[in-house]
Nanobody, 124 residues
Framework: QVQLVASGGGLVQAGGSLRLSCVAS????????MGWLRQAPGKEREFVAA????????NYADSTKGRFTISRDNAKNTVYLQMNSLKPEDTAVYYC?????????????????WGQGTQVTVSS
């Protein structure tokens, strides 16, 4: 069993930055690819970014490419999402997730564990 705890959300002005963190606990937590998804009010949940166990493979949604950076520190069992140049349309609840592969997160087809969400609000 893996538990995921996300933090770092908040209120920021357009153009600003935030860094989200997700701490994984459980003996096998470092065996999973990790990633972030988000859900805005009234919209479906969508993929944001994913990173493989080693960090060698990284995927981004087109809407976040060039602005967001995902990274992980396996010694700390933590995955990060650095979000720069934030836009009002980035407003959403952000969820971290664990899967056997980054593709499993990107397609939302095989997510093994979910964290609780953290709210990100970007004001215009």
């Amino acid at each position: 069993q893996v538990q995921l705890v996300a933090s770092g959300g908040g209120l920021v002005q357009a153009g600003g930055s935030l860094r989200l963190s997700c701490v994984a606990s459980g003996r096998t937590s470092n065996r999973y690819a990790m990633g972030w998804l988000r859900q805005a009010p009234g919209k479906e949940r969508e993929f944001v970014a994913a990173i493989s166990r080693s960090g060698a493979t990284i995927n981004y949604a087109d809407s976040t490419k060039g602005r967001f950076t995902i990274s992980r520190d396996n010694a700390k069992n933590t995955v990060y999402l650095q979000m720069n140049s934030l836009k009002p349309e980035d407003t959403a609840v952000y969820y971290c997730a664990a899967s056997s592969s980054p593709a499993g997160i990107a397609t939302m087809g095989s997510i093994d564990y979910w964290g609780q969400g953290t709210q990100v609000t970007v004001s215009s």
